[in-house]
Structures are given as C-alpha cells and as structure tokens.
C-alpha cells in the first residue's frame, strides 16, 4: 500500500510534466509552421504547383487512353497531389483550430483525392484537382493592395464572379468531352469542349449539334443555369460598383466645401456616442463630422437621427492623401480611435492611431487632435508630436471603475456630467478682462449665486491646468472650467 501510495502521485506528476512538455513544443512547432506559412515565396511556390497541376489535368483527361505519356503525368500529378496532402497535413498541425482548419480547406481535402487512385477508385476523380484553382484565387487575393480602394473593397465579389466562370468552364469542358467523344462529331477535342463550354455558357443555349449523351445533355442544362446565375452576379457587382463611384465623387465633392468641422478616425460604437454628443450640445450640434474608416454600409451602423451630419469616407486614415481629401487642412477637431478591426493586435492600433495623430498635426498644427491609445507607454509618442490630447482606454475605465467601487454613487454623478443627454456638463470657457487680477474664489462665488455654476479648474496660459486651487488670482489669456445646465457668458 505504501508502494501504490509512493508510485501514483509520482506517476501523475511525470504524466504532467510529459504533457506540459508535449504541448511547449507542440505550440513552439505552431508557431515556426505558421510562421512558414506566411512567407511570400510558400504562396509564390503554391500557386505555380497548382497551375502546373490544373495544366495536367487538362492534359492528361483530354488525351486518349493509348497517348504516350499519360503514365508520365500521372506520375508527376500523383508527386505534385503528395505535396498539396503534405502542406495540409502542415497546415493541419499549426492550425489552433481544428474546426476552422476543415472550414477552410475542405475544398482543398478533397482536392487530394486523387491520390486515392491506387485503391482502384474510378479515374474520373482526377477532375478534383482542379479545385484546387479555387486556392489559386484565395492566394490572390491577398496581393491586391495595390489595386485603387473602390476595385479593393470588391475583391471577393470579382474573385469569385471569376472563380465561377473559370470553374465552370473547365468541368463542363472535361465532362462534355468525355461523354461526347466519340458520339458527337462537334466535340472531339479539347478545344472543340472548350469553345462549347463558353459559348454555352455566355449565350445560355447551345451551339452545335444535338448532345447525344445523358450526361452531356445535363451538364449543357448545368451551363444554362450557370449562365443565368454568372448574369445576375455580373449585373450587380457592376451596379453596386457604378453605386459606390458616384457616392464617392458627391462624398469628395461636399468634403471639399468643408470647413472648421470634426473628423473621426475610424468607427465603432464608441464613435457613434461621440457624434450623438456632438448633436445634443448646444453650439456644436450643427457641426458637420466626417468619419474616415471602412465600412460595408453605412446607413446599417449608425443612428438615422445623426445622419444629416455624418459624412463617410472609405479609405484608410493612416494615409497623408486621405486624411487631405477629408479637409484635415480646414478641420477644427480630428478624433483618433484605437482600429483593432481586422484582426489587428493592441500593438498595431496604437501604432496606426500614433501614425495618423503624427500625420494631422504635421498636415495642420491648428486642429485640436484627441487619440485613443490602448497602451500608455506609447503616450509620449504623441506628446513629442505635439498631440493635443489622448485618452488612455482601458487606463481610464480602470480608474472609473475604481472610483465607482470606492464612493458608491458616484455613477449616477459621471453619468450626468459627461453626457450633453441632460442635466448638469462640463464648460471651458474665456475668462472675461475684468476678472484679470481677481481670485479664483471671487469668481467661484459670482458663478454660484448668478449662474447657478461651480467653478472647478483653470486651464492657465501657459498651458498647465490646475483643479480647485486654494489661492489663485487670475491672468491674461486664462480660460476656465466650470459644471453648469448650459452654456453661461461671464
């Protein structure tokens, strides 16, 4: 007993720390595999592997049985199958989701069927390859930030208006021309199927002699009905594009007539409360706002309400040419929010909101720039570029929370004070001549018994701030904060 007593903890620790060792490297290979992954040259090296194998395909099914080298490439198309089942098995170990892994490449799996060809499956499997064109696209994809932003924002629809015709097309000339050869005098060669495949496919009926064959006759009904759908897609893909063209040049033209408004970089909930408060305070609530970020739609995310100040533009704030077309030059305000969109780190926020702080105060010393950062220890990046303000996220929630723990109630009070919604808000005002020279408590009393107002803080001319000072007499240029139900003139 005092064996088993001895062996089974030591045994449970030992497996511990064989699993915990298990999964340091597992985790070390993850990243080193993704890592590989991402490397221009696997997808430069990819996309030539899966041309060459869609190319042999197209050879060796469109050949006859007794044609020379029809063992050769097989043999090549088998070695090339073999490297696409390796990379996915690669992909496979460094994918940290499983699930996601077989949503993004269950085309590509069963793309390497093929190499199940020795178990005697039919030869007719060989036509998967040619799912793997679908990757081809995908790698594409990702090299399109040269393109101008209203081709790039409609990538995907492009892409896939292409992968469907590609597609089409080459089944319907592989099957067509192994059902038809032989029967149909129209159709005994690859090329014959090809330029049946597309003028079926572009005319939506067919044009040479009758098919003879139940399967070239279905896959003609398939050509049809990829006719009309291909239509639909084109139709409007080139009417949502002609849509955002002309939406974008009466965008740049009103952007144009713009002065002394507000522009905020990028969008989110936070953004829209930032624009509500805009239109519930009293002098700025007809002040137009421009909103430089990408989004799909609109009139989806933001309040009907705030519509007729809100001026959207698509493009990157980061960029000096952007940032010009939203009038930065005229601008009075230029707000920065953290853009984690896109799967974007805290890291790479910061590092756009710093870029674009840096950019407008360079295009514009005069607007006022307020950022939000995530991280404070890249504040003084902003403070050597001359950044007017910046708020600190999740520092600044932290103390909020602190307070609210701390002096119960207190919610209520900073709910009030910091929305324009109603009640009691915040003030900066110019201090009139006739209080230079006075205290600070001389015009505190004014304030309370004649504007119902608390004085709190002074924002001094040199630029410090100082909040419910004990003596303080006033001095040229000096503005003040105060806690009112509106906006008071001294």
């Not at 950022?371 to 932290?398: F, K, T």
Request: aromatic share 10%; hydrophobic share 45%; charged share 20%.
């Amino acid at each position: 007993m005092k064996q088993s007593s001895y062996w089974k903890p030591f045994l449970q620790n030992l497996k511990h720390k064989l699993k915990s060792k298990f999964q340091s490297k597992l985790h070390s290979l993850q990243a080193k595999l993704n890592r590989f992954f991402r490397k221009s040259i696997v997808d430069f090296s990819l996309a030539i592997l899966i041309t060459c194998s869609v190319g042999l395909t197209l050879i060796g099914l469109s050949q006859p049985n007794a044609f020379p080298l029809t063992g050769r490439i097989e043999t090549i198309q088998q070695f090339i199958t073999a490297i696409f089942a390796l990379e996915l098995g690669l992909r496979w170990i460094a994918a940290s989701s499983k699930p996601r892994f077989f949503r993004n490449y269950w085309l590509d799996i069963i793309a390497i069927l093929p190499l199940l060809q020795v178990f005697g499956i039919p030869s007719v499997v060989q036509l998967l390859r040619l799912l793997r064109a679908l990757r081809l696209f995908s790698l594409l994809i990702h090299y399109t930030n040269m393109l101008p932003l209203n081709l790039k924002r409609r990538t995907p629809e492009y892409f896939l208006i292409f992968e469907l015709l590609f597609l089409t097309v080459l089944f319907g000339s592989m099957i067509m021309l192994g059902f038809e050869r032989g029967n149909n005098s129209g159709i005994e060669s690859l090329e014959e199927a090809l330029w049946y495949s597309l003028y079926s496919l572009f005319s939506g009926e067919p044009i040479v002699s009758p098919i003879k064959s139940l399967g070239g006759r279905m896959m003609t009904v398939g050509l049809m009905l990829m006719h009309m759908t291909l239509f639909v897609v084109f139709t409007g893909t080139v009417s949502a594009f002609m849509v955002d063209q002309l939406r974008n040049e009466n965008t740049l033209m009103e952007l144009d007539q713009l002065s002394d408004h507000t522009i905020i970089c990028g969008w989110n909930r936070k953004a829209e409360i930032i624009v509500r408060e805009y239109k519930a305070s009293g002098k700025n609530k007809n002040i137009p706002v421009v909103v430089i970020a990408f989004v799909d739609n609109e009139h989806t995310i933001i309040d009907p309400a705030l519509r007729s100040i809100v001026r959207f533009l698509n493009d990157d704030f980061t960029k000096v040419t952007v940032l010009e077309k939203a009038g930065v030059r005229r601008a009075n305000t230029c707000i920065i929010l953290s853009d984690k969109s896109h799967g974007r780190s805290e890291q790479d926020a910061d590092a756009r909101t710093i870029l674009a702080a840096l950019t407008a105060e360079k295009l514009n010393p005069n607007v006022y720039t307020c950022a939000e950062l995530i991280n404070r220890e890249y504040a003084s990046h902003l403070a050597l570029g001359n950044v007017n303000a910046y708020v600190v996220s999740q520092e600044h929630s932290a103390f909020l929370l602190a307070q609210v723990a701390l002096n119960h109630g207190l919610m209520e009070v900073f709910g009030e004070l910091l929305s324009y919604q109603g009640g009691n808000h915040f003030y900066r005002i110019p201090l009139k001549s006739e209080w230079i020279g006075r205290t600070f408590l001389d015009l505190f009393i004014h304030l309370k018994q004649v504007h119902n107002a608390i004085l709190i803080a002074v924002d001094e001319s040199n630029g410090g701030s100082s909040v419910n000072p004990n003596d303080y007499t006033f001095k040229e240029d000096d503005q003040i904060i105060l806690i009112a139900q509106h906006d008071i003139h001294l």
